[in-house]
């Protein structure tokens, strides 16, 4: 079963980015976000391919229009925070707003509940495994914020499974669709889908039972500006492949049948599948 998402989110959104971490300083940059839209909702109607679209509530408050053509497609919407913060840098009670607010700019705009949520750079750790119990509570039935690895922003090397499982916290439960490992190599997604060679990634997508994937639009935007205060080796990861992105993301379409989350989750047998106890 092959996965297709996308976190919708700016240009600019990038990890270690200082300038994300205050939003008035966004307006100081370039709005790019609907020709990249433009572009991904071509490719989906013309490849006829269903997705979930986990969406910033900053994006919803700022580009309104957007969330209301992703839901009037008939999309799935999820929540990728409100301002794209890490998990792990943010105390229980900033988190808790912060989730509240993109659920709620969200529903506002399409007019049902949202139960599917995404962690900003997978930041959900060992040391921030309340945030599930925070989530649950929220009325969040899915999840996709596992990084079953170890990573420069963290990660839960522990999770150790990285096929659909469900997550045991505090006696509650929550689906969790874990970021897709091949024997602890990432590929199904950002700056590691753009790295590797085509001919790579689709063996790694044959030989894996289950892949999560997990797009940006500015991963197949190759004009945009370059941020001169990341580090080399944020530019190298943020900035490389994004010309050849696209005419991959197009063969992946033609190569593989996709679903949404919520089709996996309606196809999936979750009395078979592992419980992880946090």
Request: aromatic share 14%; net charge neutral.
């Amino acid at each position: 079963m092959k996965i297709l998402t996308f976190d919708i989110e700016e240009w600019f959104h990038i990890l270690d980015n200082d300038s994300t971490k205050g939003v008035k300083e966004w307006s100081n940059f370039e709005y790019r976000l609907d020709k990249n839209m433009d572009r991904i909702f071509e490719l989906l109607d013309r490849k006829n391919q269903k997705a979930t679209f986990f969406c910033l509530g900053w994006v919803a408050q700022k580009y309104p229009e957007i969330i209301k053509r992703i839901n009037s497609y008939g999309y799935e919407i999820g929540t990728h925070s409100n301002t794209h913060q890490l998990v792990y840098g943010q105390n229980r009670a900033s988190f808790i707003e912060d989730l509240n607010i993109s659920i709620k700019s969200l529903e506002d705009i399409i007019g049902k509940k949202v139960i599917t949520y995404r962690a900003p750079g997978f930041s959900i750790t060992e040391n921030t495994k309340w945030a599930f119990e925070e989530i649950i509570e929220a009325g969040i039935e899915r999840d996709s914020s596992i990084f079953p690895a170890s990573r420069s922003h963290g990660g839960f090397a522990s999770y150790r499974e990285s096929n659909p499982s469900i997550i045991e916290i505090e006696g509650k439960r929550l689906k969790e669709f874990p970021i897709t490992l091949y024997k602890n190599i990432i590929f199904s997604g950002g700056g590691y889908f753009r790295l590797l060679p085509y001919p790579i990634i689709k063996y790694l997508f044959q030989n894996s039972h289950t892949v999560m994937t997990y797009f940006h639009p500015r991963d197949f935007d190759a004009t945009q500006p370059m941020i001169e205060e990341l580090s080399a080796i944020r530019k190298f990861k943020s900035y490389y492949g994004l010309k050849g992105a696209f005419n991959k993301l197009e063969r992946l379409l033609d190569d593989f049948e996709f679903v949404d989350i919520e089709e996996a989750t309606n196809s999936i047998k979750w009395d078979k599948k592992s419980i992880i106890k946090l």
